[in-house]
């Protein structure tokens, strides 16, 4: 009788490890690295990616040393960032601008969004409008597939 119990004790803890790595595994953050570019070649940043438990993504970017727009050749106004879905769909996520702050010279950008559908890739373009449709502006910074 005590090994039943012991075994039952062993198979119901084996059970809940599995289910909080389960959890834990469900709700991590993947984390990508845009690709270096010769457009903005001191640019560097982060993609960082993350399902919900509704299984929406939340998509985190970060990126330093983005100069502004207008100083690329030929110059735009805008830079827009993009989602490729698995879907193979390209939606334009939102408008990055860099700016720095009061004690820094770093200039730094970010966005973060939530989208119903999975990324497998993220890049950004140099447009003259923030609400195209399509990337029609030069690829400035983009990561490798996902």
Same mark, same amino acid.
């Given at each position: 009788?005590?090994?039943?119990? &012991?075994?039952?004790?062993? /198979?119901? /803890?084996?059970?809940? %490890? /599995?289910? *909080?790595?389960?959890?834990?595994?469900?709700?991590? @953050?993947?984390?990508?690295?845009?690709?270096?570019? &010769?457009?903005?070649? &001191?640019?560097?940043?982060?993609?960082? *990616?993350?399902?919900?438990?509704?299984?929406?993504?939340?998509?985190?970017?970060?990126?330093?040393?983005? %100069?502004?727009?207008?100083?690329?050749?030929?110059?735009?106004?805008?830079?827009? *960032?993009?989602?490729?879905?698995?879907?193979?769909?390209?939606?334009?996520?939102?408008?990055? @601008?860099? &700016?720095?702050?009061?004690?820094?010279?770093?200039?730094? %950008?970010?966005?973060?969004?939530?989208?119903?559908?999975?990324?497998?890739?993220?890049?950004? $373009?140099?447009?003259?409008? %923030?609400?195209? @449709?399509?990337?029609? /502006?030069?690829?400035?910074?983009? $990561?490798?597939?996902?």
């Amino acid at each position: 009788m005590k090994n039943t119990s &012991s075994i039952i004790a062993r /198979g119901v /803890g084996i059970s809940i %490890a /599995g289910l *909080v790595m389960l959890l834990l595994a469900s709700c991590s @953050t993947s984390k990508y690295d845009f690709t270096p570019s &010769s457009i903005v070649p &001191s640019a560097v940043g982060t993609v960082k *990616v993350k399902m919900d438990k509704n299984h929406n993504y939340s998509v985190y970017i970060d990126v330093t040393h983005l %100069a502004p727009p207008e100083n690329l050749s030929p110059s735009e106004n805008v830079y827009v *960032v993009w989602m490729e879905t698995e879907d193979l769909l390209t939606k334009n996520i939102g408008q990055i @601008t860099s &700016s720095h702050g009061l004690f820094s010279k770093t200039k730094k %950008a970010s966005l973060s969004t939530v989208s119903s559908f999975k990324p497998t890739k993220v890049f950004i $373009t140099a447009e003259h409008d %923030a609400s195209v @449709t399509s990337p029609d /502006g030069e690829k400035v910074l983009e $990561t490798s597939s996902f």
